[in-house]
């Protein structure tokens, strides 16, 4: 199966306005002085980015795309000639969109500090048991939203982009399943490298995109998890030590959708 013709479809449970406070978090700026014009470019990038790997997306990333535009269209008039807004209390076009980003992260906020406060709970007992010696796992390293994973992707294809020359024709040669393939051949379990040295051979604009979409198929195979050292830091790939039920490393068998 070509690149073209492969669909994903991923759990991504995260919604617009997390992509939002993510691009703000990105940009460290303050989330009251945020540039209309600057976060609907990069939100945009992200759409299409999603487009060109064929990843279907909630309707309420195209509503918020297109929310975005308005407001930017709005932005770039003079105040004088804006066209009036029922029930605003602010000239600020923004204000709206600002309001409702705080509301969202305080509820985002409050939700992380009870999931945090029910795992602390989950470790009280009445008495203490003898801890079972259990492998240590790496310090420091987060998982990967798929905010961050796409970022990464990004970064990849603009590298590739400005170091190949995009007008010379050369063969796709590879189907996503045979980079699954060399993935799961590449990696023995437990060992681990940079995400980006995966494109390093890379010859096609092609290959890139179809060795990242082996990459998220088989992070749904759960054989591989990707980390990174901290926020918006370098990520990493590793091949899981142990897999689940549903992935067969040796089989080679893929399914078509990340559910």
Do not use: C
Not at 47 to 71: G, K, P, Q, S, V
Not at 137 to 158: C, H, M, T, W, Y
Not at 159 to 175: A, C, K, M, N
């Amino acid at each position: 199966m070509e690149a073209n013709d492969y669909k994903v479809r991923l759990d991504i449970f995260e919604g617009p306005l997390d992509l939002l406070l993510y691009l703000i978090k990105k940009d460290e700026v303050d989330i009251h002085n945020i540039s209309i014009s600057r976060i609907t470019s990069q939100y945009l990038d992200y759409i299409e980015t999603f487009r060109m790997l064929n990843i279907d997306l909630a309707a309420e990333f195209i509503l918020m795309a297109a929310n975005l535009m308005y407001l930017k269209s709005r932005t770039l008039l003079p105040r004088q000639d804006q066209p009036p807004e029922e029930d605003a209390e602010d000239d600020d076009p923004r204000w709206e969109l600002i309001r409702q980003l705080i509301e969202y992260k305080k509820f985002k906020d409050a939700a992380g500090f009870l999931s945090l406060k029910e795992v602390e709970q989950e470790g009280s007992f009445a008495f203490h048991p003898e801890m079972p010696e259990l492998p240590e796992e790496p310090l420091g390293l987060a998982e990967v939203s798929i905010f961050d994973l796409i970022r990464a992707f990004q970064n990849v294809l603009k590298r590739f982009e400005e170091s190949h020359d995009l007008g010379d024709i050369v063969d796709d040669r590879y189907t996503v399943a045979d980079k699954i393939e060399m993935l799961l051949f590449r990696f023995v379990p437990g060992q681990a490298a940079r995400f980006d040295s995966l494109f390093e051979t890379a010859t096609t604009k092609a290959e890139v995109i179809v060795t990242f979409l082996a990459v998220l198929e088989l992070m749904k195979m759960n054989q591989f998890i990707l980390r990174q050292t901290h926020l918006l830091g370098e990520i990493e790939i590793e091949r899981r030590l142990h897999t689940g039920p549903h992935a067969d490393a040796e089989s080679g068998e893929s399914e078509n959708d990340l559910d």
